[in-house]
């Protein structure tokens, strides 16, 4: 394998409109339209050529959301601060920002959807 292993992710949600309002409130980043036929995509923000990976809400019928088992951690500055946007985007939190030692800092929530994320900060 070469390369990062995670080349994509994809949430998938019930509520497109109230999970985007969710994510684009807590990243503060605008998601763009992707995709085609029977899904409907919206795409994070990339920044080509750079590490890590990218990703996208989708809803598809018959997809199911919330606890399926994957955990997607999103890079920030200080996850403190996404964090702290969460129960006002209308999510919850399931632990605020904790040291994982060397590696930094991570916070886990709920988005909108019951799908559990994490947030991931080097200080």
């Not at 990218?54 to 890079?75: D, I, K, N, Q």
Request: hydrophobic letters at 40%; a neutral charge.
């Amino acid at each position: 394998m070469k390369g990062n292993p995670v080349r994509w992710f994809e949430i998938y949600v019930q509520d497109m409109a109230r999970a985007r309002a969710f994510y684009e409130t807590v990243f503060a980043a605008k998601l763009e339209p992707i995709g085609s036929g029977d899904l409907e995509m919206w795409g994070f923000p990339q920044a080509r050529g750079e590490s890590g990976a990218s990703g996208s809400l989708v809803r598809a019928a018959g997809v199911p959301s919330g606890g399926t088992g994957t955990l997607v951690y999103f890079g920030c500055e200080d996850c403190a601060i996404e964090a702290a946007r969460v129960a006002g985007a209308g999510g919850r939190l399931h632990r605020d920002k904790m040291s994982i030692g060397q590696y930094g800092f991570v916070a886990l929530a709920f988005d909108t959807e019951g799908n559990l994320f994490g947030m991931h900060s080097l200080r």
